[in-house]
């Protein structure tokens, strides 16, 4: 039987600011978007997409609702980094059982990104 879900493709954020957040989108993933238009900015993030989306109602408040977590190798190398860049903290690097670690951060839009640490978990 074939299955219906194939997995996660997509995660977006939304910014009143396209190319301001393209360009630190690009410093922060280290890379730069394969699509680039007006209307949608996307990366390739280790096979995944990353998109950006103008923000047509800037009055709209962000949530943590839904969170994403981007795989990483070293989880605080890669806080600091986003740190760094300009992001805010959100989640400090906390180790959620055995060798797992999560943590989070703010982009300048408010939007939440998650990395994630799981040496356990490999993408089929």
């Known amino acids: 039987m074939k299955k219906q879900f ?7 954020y939304k910014t009143n600011e396209l190319s301001k957040a393209k360009l630190w989108y690009s410093r922060a993933f280290e890379t730069s978007p394969y699509f680039d238009e007006d209307f949608y900015v996307g990366f390739n993030i280790g096979g995944f997409e990353l998109g ?3 923000d047509t109602d800037s009055n709209a408040s ?20 986003l740190i760094e860049v300009g992001a805010a903290v959100h989640e400090q690097p906390t ?5 797992l670690w999560v943590a989070s951060v703010k982009d300048p839009w408010g939007n939440v990104i998650g990395i994630i640490y799981n040496p356990e978990f490999k993408a089929q």
Do not use: A, C, M, Q
């Open 6 to 12: 194939l997995g996660l493709r997509t995660t977006i």
């Open 52 to 54: 950006l989306l103008p």
């Open 62 to 81: 962000k949530t943590d609702n839904v969170l994403s977590y981007w795989g990483v190798d070293d989880i605080n190398k890669t806080f600091s980094h």
């Open 95 to 99: 180790n959620v059982g055995g060798e």
